[in-house]
């Protein structure tokens, strides 16, 4: 969950009016309910974006492979993959938006979407869409991200929601069971306590207050507690909340009377990455990737780390990416680009979920990401192929994986940056100040909160 980018990444709620197994004219799917032969139609090439680049020759390989074996089961389709990275620059992506040359299947972060819709830059694929197999099955608060009313826009790559990473190695430290991780707030206090005391250096709960981060965890608490960042329509804040004050209560007293945050503060994405890596941060907020990350960039064992749902979440703040078609982009286009997404992006045993491939490259297979089906049948397809090919303690996100499937996944707020800035102020005077005013805290980023919103189209 790399504050990617942040953009941040970050973050997904309309009901998905499930639309039913179909097949176009050019998409025909075969019996077995993988993408099939195609019908015999005129010649169509598409660009596509997001190819792995070069400097990532495993994911490039397996991509090249994919588009080699689509266009022989499509001979009719030819895929120009663009491999820009990365895939989304943020110094020529709009430009490329308002001149109409993006590819004629574009890649887009959940946050961009309804943007990029109501801008008139992405095509309405509805009349086709129905010929996606699986569209039915999945997750609606994953597909409401691509809809608007009644249309549909795009379909999802990946997604991901928020839990609570937790070193079970410390768990077992301090006493408790890495098997049974807190599933309430006051249950973190007491296990960042122990924790805590288990000697000089280690830090109980972690978590961030500079850099627009501290404002994106206080979103994540407070989507967990029920709470809402903005009202309805989008132009007021509605974080002054007693979802929000509780956010900071939480966090005030388990740094200044439960002492189980450490005394550094002011943190970012890298400074809770290394703590963790460095085997004495026990808890923060984040998803299956920050285990990753860790274990990747920070010297940390995928062995020592769980993740299980945040405590008592209503709702879980959630990002992801997925495609969007060229306005431009013809009927024969978008058909086949919906061919070759339904290939590669949503089908199980193929494509980004080849977990046997994967296996063989020697990437990690067995974090609960992404959960684009939920509990249906293509969903728990994929999840026991994940587990057929893991490379990765499965069991130590069991918790996370199966609170997923029934928790609201939401995207950030409007505005996210700006509005995760303002907070950053809220959440680093709690943590750094023990006679912080949280009342007024909230209040003066209410206040400028509104002006930012105002402003909003």
């Known amino acids: 969950m790399k504050p990617r980018n942040l953009s941040m990444l970050l973050a997904a709620g309309i009901v998905l009016t499930a639309a039913g197994c179909g097949s176009d004219s050019g998409a025909q799917k075969a019996a077995d309910t993988k993408p099939g032969t195609a019908a015999a139609d005129a010649p169509v090439t598409i660009t596509v974006g997001c190819q792995p680049p070069k400097s990532n020759p495993l994911e490039r ?257 959630s990002g992801g990416d997925g495609y969007l078609f060229n306005p431009k982009a013809t009927p024969e286009k978008i058909k086949a680009g919906l061919l070759w997404l339904e290939f590669h992006e949503l089908t199980p045993d193929q494509g980004q979920f080849n977990y046997e491939r994967n296996k063989g490259q020697g990437r990690p297979v067995g974090l609960p990401t992404p959960d684009l089906y939920g509990d249906t049948a293509p969903g728990k397809q994929i999840v026991e192929t994940r587990k057929k090919f893991a490379t990765v303690p499965v069991e130590h996100f069991a918790p996370y994986a199966e609170a997923s499937t029934t928790i609201q996944n939401k995207i950030e707020p409007p505005r996210a940056q700006e509005l995760y800035a303002i907070l950053d102020v809220a959440m680093s005077a709690v943590l750094t100040r023990q006679d912080a005013d949280i009342d007024k805290l909230l209040a003066d980023a209410e206040a400028k909160a509104n002006k930012v919103l105002a402003k909003s189209s």
Not at 129 to 154: C, E, H, Q
Not at 171 to 182: E, I, K, R, T, V
């Open 61 to 317: 390989a397996a991509w090249d492979e994919d588009v080699a074996a689509f266009q022989k089961l499509h001979p009719n389709i030819t895929i120009e993959s663009k491999d820009a990275f990365p895939c989304i620059n943020p110094d020529t992506f709009q430009a490329k938006l308002a001149g109409g040359t993006m590819e004629d299947v574009f890649y887009v972060y959940f946050t961009d979407v309804q943007k990029i819709i109501a801008a008139g830059q992405a095509a309405d694929i509805s009349p086709y869409v129905s010929s996606v197999t699986r569209l039915g099955d999945l997750r609606p608060d994953v597909m409401s991200v691509f809809k608007s009313g009644d249309k549909t826009y795009g379909l999802p790559r990946t997604n991901y929601s928020t839990g609570l990473v937790y070193n079970r190695k410390l768990f077992a430290q301090a006493g408790l069971d890495p098997n049974s991780p807190p599933k309430t707030w006051a249950e973190v206090q007491e296990a960042a306590k122990k924790i805590a005391a288990l000697g000089p250096g280690h830090v109980g709960f972690g978590e961030y207050s500079a850099g627009n981060t501290g404002g994106w965890h206080f979103t994540a608490s407070l989507y967990g507690r029920g709470g809402e960042m903005v009202g309805p329509d989008g132009r007021t804040a509605a974080f002054n909340s007693p979802e929000g004050k509780a956010v900071l209560e939480n966090l005030k007293k388990m740094r200044w009377t439960d002492n189980s945050m450490g005394a550094k503060q002011l943190l970012q994405w890298e400074d809770l990455m290394r703590m963790m890596g460095g085997g004495k941060l026990g808890m923060m907020i984040g998803a299956p990737d920050v285990v990753q990350s860790v274990n990747n960039d920070f010297k940390g064992k995928f062995d020592d780390y769980g993740v299980t749902a945040l405590p008592e979440a209503k709702a879980s703040l």
